[in-house]
């Protein structure tokens, strides 16, 4: 076995200048861009200065300015990845969070919320073919998530799926919350299940979607109004990583993993240690103690195996800078399912210090774990090529002295 280690980050980000996208937007869509690019930008400047603190991030964007055009510069972030020792990467919407994001809101957050649902179609196919341009070019180390805005319908989120695999791209990305939509135990969404499994696309939900104005209120409050919200930034990150789990919960007991057994889905930067442990023991506490239930009904017989069963066949973890307390618990979040992702180019993420994190964060951990939440986890559940990577791996990636 080679000294060096096959790196995979499963949560990368890339997205255009928003403008930019304009080439991959359809024409009779344009007149409806020009008005709401800059209408976007001034709600993400503020929400930047609300919620990202501006400040911060301007600070540590100033001197690797250039290094960020990685988001949507193919040399450049080949370059990244290079220094990074990641030899293939997971690439989701949204580059450099509030410059970077798919046109009428397609982007990370995907919310049906105050959205037209032929325009949100729009901006998520713009970014799917710019994406698609951009992991041609090395297929085999550019895997991009595309953008699936399923709620609004099943029939066209099933062609999507389709043109998606079509175009090289066999990872989606859908909306984390419903609104008023119906949630995804309803049956009506088996067809968009169905082709992900027949098609061996990988269903992704990532970290951030809530009901932001429940935390922040209506819009962006001024200076002046955050004294009407304290705590407000407290309650959202004590809270956010809920609902990011929340889907899981209404799929596994809706029976959505009985009925497609091949289907994979991936929860990406939504902690480990803090959620997964307890609310697997929930569910299966619920499960095997039905009995205590029981004046509810029957709530399980649909299904032939414990909720943990299902999260452990069919179910990965984007362990996004994954910190040591959460490796420690590896046996009880499942150590075949971790998954290390960079979180580039986001200020909270490794880059550019990754090598240090590498040193610090693995030290001491038994080879064999280290190797495969750093990538041989995610070679396996996205079928990645390995014999190519071990290649780029040799050339590029962090050697085994990190486990010293």
């Given at each position: 076995m080679s000294d060096k280690l096959l790196v995979v980050s499963t949560?990368?980000?890339?997205?255009?200048?928003?403008?930019?996208?304009?080439?991959?937007?359809e024409s009779k869509y344009h007149d409806m861009l020009?008005?709401?690019?800059?209408?976007?930008?001034?709600?993400?400047?503020?929400?930047?200065?609300?919620?990202?603190?501006k400040e911060i991030n301007d600070a540590w964007r100033e001197p690797i300015e250039q290094e960020l055009t990685g988001a949507w510069k193919y040399d450049e972030r080949a370059r990244m990845l290079a220094s990074d020792g990641i030899a293939a990467e997971i690439i989701f919407p949204d580059g450099i969070t509030e410059k970077n994001t798919p046109p009428f809101g397609a982007g990370l957050g995907l919310s049906p919320r105050d959205m037209v649902p032929e325009l949100q179609w729009a901006g998520a196919m713009a970014h799917n073919r710019w994406l698609a341009e951009l992991c041609a070019n090395d297929p085999a180390r550019h895997i991009g998530v595309a953008s699936i805005p399923l709620l609004w319908d099943v029939d066209q989120a099933v062609e999507a799926v389709r043109w998606c695999v079509d175009n090289g791209l066999r990872a989606v990305m859908i909306p984390t919350m419903w609104g008023e939509h119906d949630a995804y135990h309803h049956v009506k969404y088996d067809p968009f299940w169905e082709v992900c499994q027949d098609l061996g696309v990988i269903v992704h939900f990532h970290s951030g979607p809530a009901p932001h104005?429940?935390?922040?209120?209506?819009?962006?409050?001024?200076e002046d109004q955050r004294s009407e919200l304290p705590g407000a930034m407290g309650v959202y990150v004590s809270e956010v990583?809920?609902?990011?789990?929340?889907?899981?919960?209404?799929?596994?007991?809706?029976?959505?993993?009985?009925?497609?057994?091949?289907?994979?889905?991936?929860?990406?930067?939504?902690?480990?240690?803090?959620?997964?442990?307890?609310?697997?023991?929930?569910?299966?506490?619920?499960?095997?103690?039905?009995?205590?239930?029981?004046?509810?009904?029957?709530?399980?017989?649909?299904?032939s195996m414990a909720p943990s069963e299902y999260y452990r066949r069919?179910?990965?973890?984007?362990?996004?800078?994954?910190?040591?307390?959460?490796?420690?618990?590896?046996a009880a979040i499942g150590p075949s399912q971790?998954?290390?992702?960079?979180?580039?180019?986001?200020?909270?993420?490794?880059?550019?210090?990754?090598?240090?994190?590498?040193?610090?964060?693995?030290?001491?951990?038994?080879?064999?774990?280290?190797?495969?939440?750093?990538?041989?986890?995610?070679?396996?559940?996205y079928g990645l090529d390995r014999d190519r990577l071990q290649q780029v791996a040799d050339d590029i990636g962090p050697d085994t002295s990190i486990f010293n």
């Open positions: 949560d990368c980000h890339a997205g255009l200048p928003i403008a930019d996208y304009k080439p991959y937007v020009d008005m709401a690019v800059p209408i976007t930008i001034d709600m993400l400047e503020k929400s930047e200065s609300m919620f990202l603190i104005p429940e935390y922040f209120g209506k819009g962006f409050p001024a990583m809920w609902w990011l789990y929340r889907p899981l919960t209404f799929m596994i007991w809706g029976g959505v993993f009985e009925r497609f057994p091949r289907l994979k889905v991936m929860i990406v930067e939504g902690g480990t240690m803090f959620m997964l442990p307890s609310w697997l023991r929930l569910m299966d506490f619920q499960y095997h103690e039905g009995e205590i239930s029981a004046k509810l009904g029957d709530f399980k017989s649909h299904l069919n179910v990965g973890i984007g362990a996004s800078c994954v910190r040591r307390d959460d490796l420690d618990e590896r971790i998954m290390w992702g960079s979180d580039f180019p986001h200020p909270e993420g490794t880059w550019p210090n990754t090598h240090a994190y590498y040193r610090e964060t693995f030290s001491g951990l038994p080879e064999v774990d280290g190797r495969n939440i750093l990538g041989e986890n995610a070679v396996a559940f």
